[in-house]
């Protein structure tokens, strides 16, 4: 059974940081892109990173660039994106997704960006 499980979503001041961790299970983890996506209240879910199987490879949403960070430890398959920088519209709920031939979500992690 395929397991993907996000962490370290939370409450953060704007200009803060956080890092979200997505630990994936029951899955040859190098095999898959991973990529991370969120969704605002009354918003449609938006790619925010994306990361190749191992890791050569990563691109970012337009709104992100350079303050967020996407990186993976196939050794720990586990993929993590760092934030920086955090401002009010990147409170959202955050999606681990692991893409192969098939593809996997996780339940998400919320963060808050708020003064």
């Known amino acids: 059974q395929v397991q993907l499980v996000e962490s370290g979503g939370g409450l953060v001041q704007p200009g803060g940081s956080l890092r979200l961790s997505c630990a994936a299970s029951?899955?040859?983890?190098?095999?898959?892109?991973m990529r991370w996506y969120r969704q605002a209240p009354g918003k449609e879910r938006e790619l925010v990173a994306a990361?190749?199987?191992?890791?050569?490879?990563?691109n970012y949403a337009n709104s992100v660039k350079g303050r967020f960070t996407i990186s993976r430890d196939n050794t720990q398959n586990t993929v993590y994106l760092q934030m920086n920088s955090l401002k009010l519209e990147d409170t959202a709920v955050y999606y681990c997704?692991?893409?192969?031939?098939?593809?996997?979500w996780g339940q998400g992690t919320q963060v808050t960006v708020s003064s």
């Open positions: 997704n692991a893409q192969d031939a098939q593809s996997y």
């Open positions: 990361i190749s199987a191992r890791g050569s490879i990563r």
């Open positions: 029951g899955l040859t983890f190098s095999s898959y892109s």
